[in-house]
């Protein structure tokens, strides 16, 4: 089956049509700024991006793009939309509702707009992206893969936060967590090449991108992740702060005189690498200013490794053990530097670091050595596939 995958955002959307039997993307893409002006980016699988200003006042002329693109004459990849036998759609925030992936109704639909509450941003864009599929493509099924639901198994000493309880009973205020369509693909993935039944590993996952996030997984279930209500709970990442002392939001606000939204948005686009090094929130400049001598790049990259590295501890304590840690996301397989940096401080596990395979990029990477005592992977992450996968599956 071919299956359309889309990641809907409120100015952006990103698309990938997947043919699930050989699990290769046929094309990818992606649309920006929709509302604005717009324009389409499209690539068929081994050829060069096409990018084509075209008018998108809205979603609808948008995923209209897209479809026309995938069938079109010329480039295209597919003759006609009858061979997309289904859509699989990214949902960030699934609350507690939901658990696992679903196919769409209007029930669903419903219950996905009670969580638009959890994410403003990005549930209700999500549900554009739902909504204008249905209409484009009538009849064909949907399907919700929800960035919290692989969370959802946490036990509640693990989602529950130091408040008052009734904010979790009146406003659902707990840990959620999110990359949950990554840790749930590249842990399964980590148990295959160890070759042992998943529910026998304590793994730990480190998703590190420009968001980051890392979880922790026993018995089959995940056990405990980094990001909390939303993503900005956690690891220090490429511009958000992660944890920090609750009151110093009160201190800076008052200093610099802003209000709550200026604060979240300090916290959120302004602060995490970026901020500390007043350089770049992308680490290939990090580290290029790093070496040629910029303190506050080198001091983002310690922070940034020094929280992993805490959270990693914190989470062989919660597993009481690790068998196997997986790195993935954009940071994760393409920064040796920090790898190395993070592992650095778990020798206390018995982990012994495989430089000349920690040297390498981007491929599925064992890079412990055969006598480490725990096994440490490079494992990159397919979130599109893992949403095919979940659509096929239930289609
Ligand atoms: P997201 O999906 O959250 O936007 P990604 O997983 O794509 O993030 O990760 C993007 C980040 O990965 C970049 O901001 C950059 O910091 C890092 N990155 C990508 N390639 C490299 C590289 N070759 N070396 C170091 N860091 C890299």
Do not use: W
Not at 112 to 127: F, G, R, T
Not at 234 to 253: C, H, K, N, Q, Y
Not at 276 to 285: A, M, P, V
Not at 322 to 327: E, G, K, L, N, T
């Amino acid at each position: 089956m071919k299956v359309l995958v889309i990641n809907c955002g409120s100015s952006s959307l990103k698309y990938q049509l997947i043919d699930s039997e050989t699990e290769e993307a046929l094309a990818t893409g992606l649309c920006e700024r929709i509302g604005i002006d717009g324009r389409l980016v499209y690539q068929p699988a081994g050829c060069d991006k096409i990018k084509t200003d075209l008018a998108m006042p809205t979603h609808n002329e948008a995923i209209q793009f897209v479809l026309d693109a995938l069938t079109n004459a010329d480039n295209g990849v597919i003759k006609s939309l009858d061979e997309v036998g289904a859509i699989g759609h990214r949902i960030v925030h699934g609350g507690e509702k939901f658990t696992k992936s679903v196919v769409i109704t209007d029930e669903v639909i419903a219950a996905i707009e009670e969580c638009n509450d959890l994410a403003p941003l990005h549930n209700p864009a999500n549900l554009i992206g739902v909504r204008t599929c249905q209409k484009l493509m009538p009849g064909k099924p949907n399907v919700a893969v929800f960035d919290t639901a692989f969370h959802q198994t946490m036990p509640a000493k693990a989602f529950t936060y130091g408040l008052p309880y009734e904010y979790y009973e009146k406003y659902a205020v707990r840990r959620y967590g999110f990359h949950g369509t990554s840790h749930d693909f590249v842990s399964h993935r980590a148990a295959e090449i160890v070759g042992k039944p998943y529910e026998d590993l304590k793994i730990i996952v480190a998703h590190l991108g420009n968001g980051a996030s890392i979880s922790a997984i026993k018995d089959g279930k995940c056990q405990d992740t980094s990001m909390g209500l939303t993503p900005l709970e956690g690891l220090v990442m490429g511009t958000r702060s992660g944890d920090i002392d609750p009151s110093i939001m009160e201190f800076i606000a008052k200093k610099e005189n802003l209000d709550i939204a200026g604060i979240m948005n300090v916290l959120n686009k302004q602060s995490g690498v970026q901020g500390i090094s007043q350089l770049s929130s992308d680490f290939r400049d990090l580290e290029e200013g790093a070496n040629a001598g910029n303190d506050k790049a080198q001091l983002a990259m310690e922070v940034f490794a020094y929280r992993v590295a805490k959270y990693i501890g914190s989470y062989v304590a919660a597993l009481n053990g690790v068998d196997v840690i997986a790195f993935t996301a954009g940071i994760g397989e393409n920064a040796p530097t920090i790898r190395k940096m993070v592992l650095g401080y778990l020798g206390y596990l018995g982990i012994s670091v495989n430089e000349e395979e920690n040297g390498k990029r981007g491929d599925e990477l064992l890079i412990s050595t055969a006598d480490s005592k725990v096994k440490v992977y490079v494992i990159p992450t397919n979130e599109e596939l893992a949403i095919c996968r979940a659509t096929v599956a239930l289609v």
